[in-house]
């Protein structure tokens, strides 16, 4: 019976933790997120993507690109003064752990077996912008697949850093019907190599 009690105990002292430690980074990562419109515009684009790429009329298709640029360029502009603001928080703060499920105390007690999710948003916005000039000259359903990939991956990493990689990968099947490695496969070159070196995969 003791045992039973000890282990009922830890458990419980162990999902205490945990939450705390979550609901911390939620609100944190909230805090930041709140002065920008980066979620609305972000449904904006991939909805707009899916209906230009309904679209059988050429010339309306066209109209559609047009506004839809205009919402990647202001998404972009969000996106890198999210992360620019996020990078001025200390660094023990900023830890993710590189564990797929969530362990209370981890990145402080093991701060090598984490990433800096400040260097990860710097690599998401650094991806967005580059997807968003399209310098490679992708055709506008090439691009608006490699951009959606780098969004799907941004929100896994914000829910990677509030939750687990686990719970992410999860959401990203839930919302939007894509494999973590799927989404990974498909933004640019340039993010897949920076994202894979931090999170050392």
Known sequence: MEILTLVALVTAGFYILKSREQRLRIALLASHLGRYQIEKLMESL??????????????????????????????SGQIDGFAAEFSRMPEPVTRVSKLPVAIPLFTQ???????????????????????????????????????????????HTCHWYCRSKTVASARMIGQHQTQYLQALRAVSPQTREAYCALIGR
Not at 48 to 71: F, H, K, P, V
Not at 143 to 148: C, E, F, H, L
């Open 46 to 75: 991939t909805s707009g993507y899916m209906r230009c790429l309904g679209e059988d009329d050429a010339e309306r298709r066209r109209q559609i690109w047009q506004i839809l640029n205009s919402t990647e360029e202001k998404l």
């Open 109 to 155: 007690f093991f701060p090598s077996a984490a990433f800096d999710m400040r260097q990860a948003l710097l690599i998401h916005a650094r991806g967005i912008a580059g997807v968003m000039r399209n310098e490679a000259g992708r055709t506008p359903k090439s691009k608006a697949y490699m951009m959606s990939a780098e969004l799907f991956l941004l929100q």
